[in-house]
């Protein structure tokens, strides 16, 4: 896995249980403010998505992006979480 992956994957660890974050904002944590869309293909690849929660990236403005287990499963997982209204 490359370095900027990786980086990726620990800055998402890192988002608590009910609280959502960017595209952007991983992108930055992992030293690339302009590679939002590097990220989103990096969660893409998450092998880990019990462990990293992918599911808690969203687009700027909190458009809900991609979702490799499918979008309404982000949305169940978000809701599950208290961050979205079901």
């Given amino acids: 896995m490359p370095p900027f992956q990786q980086r990726i994957l620990r800055a998402t660890a890192e988002i608590p249980f009910g609280h959502t974050s960017t595209y952007q904002h991983m992108a930055t944590e992992a030293g690339n403010p302009r590679a939002s ?5 990096a969660l893409g690849a998450n092998p ?39």
């Fill in 48 to 86: 880990l998505a019990i462990i990293v929660p992918c599911h808690r990236v969203l687009r700027k403005g909190g458009a809900f992006g991609g979702y490799t287990g499918g979008l309404e499963r982000k949305h169940y997982l978000l809701a599950l979480e208290g961050v979205i209204a079901v």
């Fill in 37 to 41: 869309r590097a990220a989103g293909n």
